[in-house]
């Protein structure tokens, strides 16, 4: 079956821009988690939606960012107002409600100019 | 806070050379400890979750053991379709963990095995 897709596979934007990642996990997974990987280093916790509900946001850096998952399924991170720091790999990974595996995407690269 | 930290962090061996790899943490009240594969420019795919002290699974040429402050990914008679990097990651369920559901990974252990 289908796997945890992403949009865009990369974004360019410049320091300032606005910029909306989005999560499409696997069918009947409720459990959804956004994370940020960079080169070198393993995935960092950023948030976690269980069906619609927003869980925990301890790992969003700062108010720039934010997240949503408004019926359930499809998740939309956004960051405000973006910064160079920003620029990095930001994967999402779904898991079914009583399964701890979380199941990896192939990830968004952003790179903010 | 729970850590997860991999050693070593790059290896190389020749085809057939098995080895292993290890993946040492700290964390409050385990729930899984998990072990992925990811290949350069894709998403981690996942391989293993161990759950408790003294348990192993195996997978082709690959098998993952766990005691209480670490497991090891242990690689036998290696291909060059081996050659990956390999993260560990814990799921706790304590306090400390912070959401029981996040995962803390390591920063993984690039494998090259040459031909």
């Known amino acids: 079956g289908a796997g945890v897709s992403q949009s865009p596979r990369y974004k360019v934007t410049k320091r300032g821009q606005d910029v909306a990642l989005r999560c499409d996990p696997i069918?009947?997974?409720?459990?959804l988690y956004w994370y940020r990987q960079a080169l070198g280093q393993g995935p960092e916790f950023l948030t976690y939606?269980?069906?619609?509900?927003?869980?925990?946001k301890s790992g969003l850096p700062n108010d720039r960012f934010s997240a949503e998952r408004p019926e359930g399924s499809i998740s939309t991170l956004t960051i405000q107002r973006t910064e160079q720091r920003d620029s990095a790999m930001y994967r999402c990974?779904?898991?079914?409600?009583?399964?701890?595996?979380?199941?990896f995407g192939p990830g968004t690269r952003l790179l903010v100019l | 806070e729970d850590q997860v930290t991999q050693s070593p962090e790059a290896l190389r061996l020749q085809e057939g050379e098995s080895s292993s790899l290890n993946c040492s943490y700290t964390?409050?009240?385990?729930?899984?400890l998990f072990w992925y594969r990811q290949d350069p420019g894709k998403g981690p795919e996942f391989l293993f979750t161990?759950?408790?002290a003294g348990e192993e699974k195996e997978k082709e040429r690959l098998k993952a053991t766990l005691t209480k402050k670490e497991s090891f990914l242990h690689i036998t008679a290696p291909k060059p379709e081996d050659s990956a990097t390999y993260l560990c990651?814990?799921?706790?369920?304590?306090?400390?963990?912070?959401?029981?559901?996040?995962?803390?990974f390591g920063s993984g252990t690039q494998l090259t095995v040459l031909p």
């Open positions: 990974a779904s898991s079914l409600a009583r399964q701890e595996t979380q199941y």
């Open positions: 069918s009947g997974h409720v459990s």
């Open positions: 939606f269980n069906y619609e509900a927003q869980q925990d």
């Open positions: 964390v409050s009240g385990l729930r899984g």
């Open positions: 161990l759950y408790s």
């Open positions: 990651a814990v799921q706790g369920a304590g306090i400390s963990s912070g959401s029981a559901r996040q995962l803390t």
